[in-house]
Nanobody
Framework: QVQLVESGGGTVQTGGSLRLSCAGPTSGAYTMGWFRRPPGKEREFVAAISYLGSSNTGYADSVKGRFTISRDNAKNTVYLQMDSLKPEDTAVYYC????????????????WGQGTQVTVSS
């Protein structure tokens, strides 16, 4: 069983920054990424990155230009740098890992973390 462990959530003011980290699979070439569940809404895609790194990434339109996903395979860790945060970014953020590529990264991903809360105050 693959365990994913997120960290880095918290509360920040509008315009601030946070960096989320996710310790991922220690073996296997997984695509990794992030979803989020805003209060009262469905889980939604945020960003994904292939095992090969930043040459193959995908972002939700709502976060393009503000969020950056990266990974360090030597540390089995994926990061989500979140800048220019807005109140609508408030959500529980979930790390996920999947054997499929970035283009097929979805809510049916193979493995999930427990989630970390991000709150952006206005």
């Amino acid at each position: 069983q693959v365990q994913l462990v997120e960290s880095g959530g918290g509360t920040v003011q509008t315009g601030g920054s946070l960096r989320l980290s996710c310790a991922g699979p220690t073996s296997g070439a997984y695509t990794m990424g992030w979803f989020r569940r805003p209060p009262g809404k469905e889980r939604e895609f945020v960003a994904a990155i292939s095992y090969l790194g930043s040459s193959n990434t995908g972002y939700a339109d709502s976060v393009k230009g503000r969020f950056t996903i990266s990974r360090d395979n030597a540390k089995n860790t994926v990061y989500l740098q979140m800048d220019s945060l807005k109140p609508e970014d408030t959500a529980v953020y979930y790390c996920a890992a999947d054997a499929r590529g970035v283009g097929k990264f979805s809510k049916s991903a193979d493995f999930w973390g427990q989630g970390t809360q991000v709150t952006v105050s206005s």
